[in-house]
C-alpha cells in the first residue's frame, strides 16, 4: 500500500461499468472499523471485476475461481492495515438471489471484508452466523434500505 499515510483510505475503482460511491466506502471503513474498537491505519480498498478477482484468489489462495471479497491484512501492531477487493460483477449477480439491492450487496461485502480486516474470521458454521449479525448490525445502521439476508 504504497503511498497511503495512516490514517488514510484509498479507493480504486477498476471496472470498466459498474461503479460504488467513493464517498460511502469511506464513511463505511470510518463507521465499521472504529466500532470495532481498532483504529485505521491505511486502509485500501478496490473495486474489481470477475477478471481481477479470479487473478487474485489464484495468487494468492490457489483457488481457480471468482469471489465476491478478499481481505489482506498487513497489520503487523496498533493501527489496522490492510486491503478489502470487492468484485462488483459478483455483487451484482448475487444482489437479486439475496433479495437486495446491488448497492446493498456490494455494502455487505465491504463490512464483511472490513470485519475480517478487524480480526474476525468465519471458518465455523457458529462464527459465520456471528459474522453474518455484526453484518448486518452494521448495515442496519449505514443505511435505511438494508434488507436482511438469509444466506
Not at 466500532?35 to 485500501?44: A, D, Q
Not at 438471489?97 to 457458529?126: I, K, N, Q
Amino acid at each position: 500500500m504504497i503511498g497511503i499515510r495512516p490514517g488514510e483510505v484509498a479507493v480504486r475503482v477498476q471496472h470498466r461499468c459498474l461503479r460504488f460511491s467513493r464517498h460511502e466506502t469511506f464513511r463505511i471503513v470510518h463507521a465499521v472499523l472504529p466500532s470495532e474498537g481498532v483504529y485505521v491505519g491505511s486502509i485500501s480498498v478496490a473495486y474489481v471485476d470477475d477478471r481481477r478477482m479470479r487473478s487474485l484468489n489464484a495468487r494468492y489462495l490457489d483457488h481457480r475461481w471468482t469471489t465476491d471479497v478478499l481481505a489482506f491484512s498487513y497489520t503487523t501492531s496498533g493501527a489496522v492495515d490492510g486491503e478489502v477487493v470487492v468484485n462488483l460483477d459478483q455483487a451484482r449477480r448475487q444482489a437479486p438471489h439475496f433479495g437486495v439491492r446491488y448497492g446493498d450487496e456490494v455494502r455487505r461485502l465491504l463490512v464483511h471484508g472490513l470485519l475480517h480486516l478487524a480480526g474476525h474470521v468465519d471458518d465455523t458454521p457458529s462464527r459465520r452466523d456471528r459474522m453474518r449479525r455484526r453484518e448486518d448490525r452494521y448495515l442496519a445502521s449505514l443505511t435505511t434500505r438494508h434488507a436482511r439476508t438469509n444466506r
